[in-house]
């Protein structure tokens, strides 16, 4: 859905999205360790760029879903079980140390690594996968967070603010409703792989999971899915379109933003932000529909139909003027383009009301409200 680069070096492509194309350009790979050659000088055979998806779930409930062979340092896996870290967590951290460092300071090398993650750090920061589990740095305040890495970037502040609400929004979901969504991994790859490809959004379909409901889900969530928590071993994995994952399909799968929808009446919130949640989700519902073209889909369609288009896949200087004067005048909210572009509503103001004011004359002083 957020598809937005089709074009690279001046010339149209046949892809929608950077993924392929950056995990390639930093793929530091040895014909050893890519398998070409054998082993001689380096340790391991390592199946994807350091940019690339993720390689195993890290929880142990979902380590029978990771049907992917994992290639990891042993010695380094031994340590981390010695210490007391379960066996799926371990494997990730071994595996991200298969790899050398990109870069490495000076001053950064005699470190001592009970106060420092920096040694840490410096592998984990280069391993550039589309999810990342980040733990929390030595005497900091800062919890344990996970980074979702893989939506592209968008014209506006709106279309930007709308996919991280829905990411947000899901991961809420998903933890009060305790669903579950794990499926084999091998089938993420496919995923992100797929994702990638021309107009995706509308001509492709993707594996997911349909019976989201556990044994712990509570009766909204059941009402909401279908179906009776643990009434089957495994996972139901189905072939679906961007559309019937994320609107839903009658009978079959409930739908991402209907979840969500089940989700928002159960917490509270001011009118206002209901308002602005629900153009957010709106807009992510006519991406996933295919009736609000993606940013991919757009610009192949301003390129293609411009007059200095010779059908060549060449996007010329003046072609990419153009584009990036269009596509600034939009990000600022000067041109709207139908079927692309979204206008959003919101009842949200600068100021204050003169009745809350009324009421509460200190905030008449704009420092209140910094």
């Known amino acids: ?39 001689k000088n380096d340790r391991f055979v390592i199946n994807k760029s350091r940019y690339d998806t993720i390689d195993s779930y890290l929880s142990e409930c979902s380590a029978p879903f990771n049907d992917i062979p994992l290639v990891y340092d042993e010695e380094l896996l031994q340590m981390l079980l010695d210490a007391g ?68 970037i968008q014209l506006t502040e709106f279309e930007n603010a709308a996919f991280v609400v829905f990411v947000v929004l899901l991961t809420r979901v998903i933890a009060t409703f305790k669903l579950n969504f794990l499926m084999p991994i091998s089938q993420v790859d496919a995923n992100l792989r797929t994702a990638q490809n021309r107009d995706a959004v509308l001509r492709e379909r993707f594996h997911f999971r349909q019976d989201l409901i556990s044994c712990d889900s509570p009766l909204q969530a059941q009402e909401c899915c279908g179906g009776r928590p643990c009434e089957q071993e495994g996972a139901k994995v189905a072939l679906m379109s961007i559309d019937e994952i994320v609107n839903g399909k009658a009978g079959e799968f409930a739908g991402l933003i209907p979840l969500i929808n089940s989700y928002l009446g159960t917490i509270e919130a001011d009118v206002d932000t209901h308002c602005s949640i629900r153009q957010y989700l709106k ?88």
């Open 1 to 39: 859905m957020s598809a937005a680069t089709p074009v690279f070096r001046g010339y149209l492509t046949d892809v929608d999205c950077r993924w392929s194309v950056i995990s390639g350009s930093v793929d530091d790979r040895t014909r050893e360790e890519r398998g070409l050659e054998p082993l």
């Open 85 to 152: 870290i379960d066996e799926t967590l371990g494997r990730h951290m071994a595996h991200l140390f298969i790899r050398d460092p990109v870069v490495l300071y000076g001053e950064k090398v005699d470190i001592d690594d009970e106060e420092d993650s920096d040694h840490f750090e410096n592998i984990q920061s280069t391993n550039w996968q589309n999810m990342r589990f980040k733990p929390p740095p030595p005497n900091s305040s800062i919890g344990w967070r996970i980074e979702f890495r893989p939506t592209e």
């Open 283 to 370: 807009f992510i519902s006519l991406r996933a529909s295919g009736k609000l073209r993606t940013t991919a889909r757009w610009i192949r369609d301003f390129v293609t139909q411009h007059p200095l288009y010779q059908q060549d896949s060449v996007v010329s200087s003046a072609i990419n003027y153009d584009l990036v004067k269009l596509m600034v005048a939009l990000s600022e909210g000067d041109e709207h383009i139908p079927n692309f572009s979204y206008s959003a509503r919101t009842k949200t103001v600068d100021s204050l009301p003169p009745s809350v004011l009324a009421d509460n004359p200190r905030l008449k002083d704009d420092s209140v409200l910094q």
